[in-house]
């Protein structure tokens, strides 16, 4: 009995890990262009969709994101006066579809804080990836750069708040596309967007731990 009850405590405080995370996630939405050349968070929207995460260690993870949101703005009272207008959207209210990959590194290892580990409930990391923009009739890439905080309410549960900008590849999104007629560069004279999501997973694919005792 004695001996079961040491296994026990043992197991208890073991930390377990796990190699996936699902949720969802939901937040304000903002667009950067040729109308809103550094306002941020004007002209908000909302955005939302699905998080995943493949959790390569406690610090280090791959998220994966599929979410629709809108890029909105209007040009036509603005302090910039396009030339040659004609064929430009300069009010618009324009859906997009987002999908993309994240690397993302946490400062601390990421877990409930049990074990001999000692990794932290809260943590701060930051990200960089790649992803794809289907949004006014365009087809583009983009490359989301961030950061974020995420904390484990539970064993299984996480919650965490993710703030990226996505830096599209066209110039189309909005509806004015190169209004100055000046030549575009790999993202000079771009747009972007910007999601500040809210999100809740959970934990899956529990990850077994192999005793080291042969």
């Known amino acids: 009995m004695l001996i079961a009850m040491l296994l026990t405590v043992g197991l208890s405080a073991q930390e377990l890990e796990y190699a996936m995370e699902l949720g969802a996630m939901a937040g304000p939405s903002f667009y950067m262009g040729d109308a809103n050349l550094n306002g941020f968070y004007k002209n908000v929207t909302m955005a939302g969709g699905l998080i995943g995460r493949y959790n390569i260690n406690p610090r280090m993870a791959l998220k994966f994101d599929l979410a629709y949101g809108r890029v909105k703005g209007d040009a036509t009272n603005g302090a910039n006066k396009f030339p040659e207008n004609e064929g430009q959207k300069l009010s618009f209210n324009n859906a997009l579809f987002d999908a993309g990959c994240q690397y993302e590194?946490?400062?601390?290892?990421?877990?409930?804080?049990?074990?001999?580990?000692?990794?932290?409930?809260?943590?701060?990391?930051i990200q960089?990836?790649?992803?794809?923009?289907?949004?006014?009739?365009?087809?583009?890439?983009n490359i989301p750069l961030g950061f974020g905080v995420k904390y484990k309410v539970k064993p299984r549960w996480n919650v965490g708040v993710d703030w990226s900008m996505r830096f599209s590849m066209s110039d189309r999104l909005d509806g004015i596309e190169d209004p100055y007629r000046i030549k575009s560069g790999l993202l000079k004279n771009k747009?972007?967007?910007?999601?500040?999501m809210i999100y809740v997973s959970y934990d899956l694919c529990p990850k077994y731990r192999k005793c080291n005792n042969d």
Do not use: E, Q, V
């Open 105 to 125: 590194i946490s400062f601390w290892g990421f877990g409930t804080g049990g074990g001999y580990k000692g990794h932290k409930r809260l943590t701060p990391y």
């Open 128 to 141: 960089l990836g790649l992803g794809f923009t289907y949004g006014n009739d365009t087809f583009t890439m």
């Open 191 to 196: 747009d972007s967007y910007s999601w500040t």
